[in-house]
């Protein structure tokens, strides 16, 4: 199983920064494309970055561009998504998920999406 363990979550400022992590948990993420997703309160799940095997070319949704950094180190087998000039439209679970083709990661549908971290952006 593609399973992670996100952590780093917290209650943020609007406008304020804040890191969310997560560690694989029992597989090695060196061969799959990473992406964080998160779900706003009554909301589906929303594709918000994703890098690839290669750490190139990460890929954000357009709401995020200029504020959010995706990271991996696969010797520490953790993905990190750094967050800056947060919004309150940011607020929402955040959950890594592990599979291939960053391309077209927002279709991605995954079968187990974890206990997520909960990022909340108060206004």
């Known amino acids: 199983q593609l399973q992670f363990v996100d952590s780093g979550g917290g209650l943020v400022q609007s406008g304020g920064s804040l890191t969310v992590s997560c560690a694989a948990s029992?597989?090695?993420?060196?061969?799959?494309?990473i992406a964080w997703f998160r779900q706003a309160p009554g909301k589906e799940h929303e594709g918000v970055s994703c890098i690839s095997q290669s750490d190139s070319s990460p890929v954000y949704t357009d709401s995020v561009k200029g504020r959010f950094t995706i990271a991996r180190d696969n010797a520490k087998n953790m993905a990190f998504l750094q967050m800056s000039s947060l919004k309150p439209e940011d607020t929402g679970i955040y959950y890594c998920?592990?599979?291939?083709?960053?391309?077209?990661?927002?279709?991605?549908?995954?079968?187990?999406w974890g206990q997520g971290t909960q990022v909340t952006v108060s206004s």
């Open positions: 998920v592990a599979n291939f083709a960053c391309s077209v990661f927002e279709h991605w549908n995954p079968a187990y």
């Open positions: 029992g597989f090695s993420m060196d061969n799959y494309d």
